[in-house]
């Protein structure tokens, strides 16, 4: 027998334990830095083109925008929307990109020059009107969930890029129930879920998934107005498979520290629910896939990670987030959050 030859399954064990190493240094060297704050300015929507192209939004009619990774930001305040609250933001690139104003009335604009110029392309103002997120599929087609009006929760697509937005007729529109809403926490509670559908979260009284018109209840803690989902990720969401990964995650944002149901994922599509072995350090409001098994989540006590797709959480950071959001065409995680609070993931 040669010594210095090792079998297959000695091979076998030494690759995985190689692996595990690897995993194990890496969860331990994960931290947040930060990029920028102190602008008093909450941010809630964050879209990330890619690694160098970052775009938030807030309140105070914010916009901002940074075209090298986060170093430096350009900070723009939408003429005529200065006591606006922009809650989600989607960006095509450098130039182009989307915000929605929340209430009464609602507005959605879009930009092609950067910011330098801000056009409306939707305006409702029917009593009650409150916007809480917004989807693409790709840059065509868009999607925005508003709050229930008469009973129904309201909804607009596009299909040109937001340049116009149509109504799905009332009748058509998911029926809430009672002390039923949608958190605006962080852009996050709307998700593509294939080529062609989305699947969106309610919290307060009840808590329920819409895939279509088909509500399916949620374990996740719920009954008060200030309880249930906030924000929901979906992975393969183009596999049109019955299989999909989706994890949704809340609490309680007046109890931010509980982890009382605070998070549950499912790995056939919502038919059945799982909570996890360790879950989130408390309230969250944003989760976010980077691979098939490796999510972040942020909320007002701080940032988790999770590396075996959403069993066991890590804290890795108490830093306070809204939103955070990984690079389309790219491998950044970027986090931000109260008082223009902009983070970065450093693996």
């Known amino acids: 027998m040669n010594n210095n030859k090792l079998s297959l399954p000695r091979i076998f064990l030494l690759t995985i334990c190689i692996t595990i190493s690897f995993n194990v240094i890496a969860q331990q060297r994960l931290s947040v830095e930060i990029l920028t704050s102190g602008n008093g300015i909450s941010l809630r929507g964050l879209s990330v083109v890619n690694d160098n192209v970052i775009w938030v939004s807030g309140n105070k009619g914010t916009v901002g925008r940074s075209n090298n990774g986060g170093k430096t930001w350009n900070w723009m305040t939408v003429k005529g929307f200065e006591k606006t609250d922009f809650r ?19 507005y959605i604009l879009k930009t092609t020059d950067g ?9 409702n103002k029917t009593k009650g009107m409150f916007l809480d997120a917004m989807e693409f599929w790709n840059e065509q087609a868009g999607i925005v969930i508003g709050d229930p009006i008469n009973g129904r929760f309201f909804v607009t697509r596009t299909f040109d890029g937001g340049n116009t937005w149509q109504d799905i007729p009332f009748a058509n529109r998911p029926v809430a129930d009672s002390g039923e809403a949608c958190f605006a926490a962080s852009g996050t509670n709307i998700r593509a879920l294939d080529r062609d559908e989305a699947v969106f979260i309610t919290g307060g009284l009840k808590s329920r998934l819409f895939i279509r018109d088909t509500p399916i209840p949620l374990p996740i803690l719920q009954g008060q107005e200030t309880t249930g989902a906030n924000s929901l990720a979906v992975w393969d969401k183009l596999k049109l498979s019955g299989g999909k990964r989706l994890i949704v995650v809340g609490g309680d944002f ?14 056939n599509g919502g038919k059945s629910w799982l909570a996890p072995n360790k879950p989130p350090h408390g309230y969250r409001s944003c989760v976010e896939y980077f691979s098939k098994t490796d999510l972040f989540s942020c909320g ?6 999770t590396h075996d797709g959403g069993k066991n959480w890590k804290w890795i950071s108490k830093e306070s987030f809204h939103v ?9 995680i970027f986090l931000a959050g109260a008082d223009g609070k902009i983070g970065k993931i450093v693996w």
Do not use: H, Q
């Open 300 to 305: 007002l006590n701080g940032v988790d990670f």
């Open 88 to 106: 989600d933001i989607e960006a095509f690139d450098g130039a182009t990109a989307v915000i929605m104003a929340i209430a009464e009335p609602a």
């Open 254 to 267: 007046n109890n931010p520290t509980s982890t009382d149901k605070n998070c549950f994922y499912t790995t």
């Open 324 to 332: 955070v959001r990984a690079s389309k065409l790219g491998a950044a």
């Open 115 to 123: 910011g330098a110029t801000w056009k409306v392309v939707y305006e």
